[in-house]
């Protein structure tokens, strides 16, 4: 069952999709579906997750380019939770948008780390 503010998913940057795919399949035995070109989720890995494509640097600080691992969080309600982050002192980076699955927004918090939490309700 899945609890609010519990870490749920986590997604990371590949440069090449799949090179990445191959490389996690034949070295852990992930099982990949494709949504685009552009996104792969992962699962059998512990941790369900997903790649997305970067054209920016990776493993370190490029600005507007996220470059490192993005951790999903999971909220019951969404608004809710989004309005806790912002009374806590975080900044919403990306506000609420639909996805396949569900809706998310994503926030830095006090130390600029970027997180996101998602929730497979509607509004």
């Known amino acids: ?46 941790l369900d997750g997903g790649f997305f494509v970067s054209t920016g640097p990776i493993g370190r600080a490029s600005g507007d380019v996220m470059s490192g691992a993005l951790v999903v969080l999971y909220s019951s309600d969404l608004e809710a939770t989004k309005a806790k982050v912002e009374q806590a002192g975080g900044t919403i980076t990306k506000p609420v948008f639909s996805f396949p699955g569900g809706r998310r927004f994503h926030f830095e918090d006090p130390n600029r780390n970027e997180l996101a939490v998602w929730s497979d309700l509607a509004p």
């Open 1 to 46: 069952m899945r609890k609010t503010g519990k870490i749920d998913y986590v997604e990371f940057p590949a440069s090449d999709m799949e090179v990445t795919k191959a490389f996690y399949t034949k070295a852990f035995g992930w099982r990949f579906t494709d949504y685009g070109a552009e996104y792969a989720a992962f699962s059998d890995a512990g």
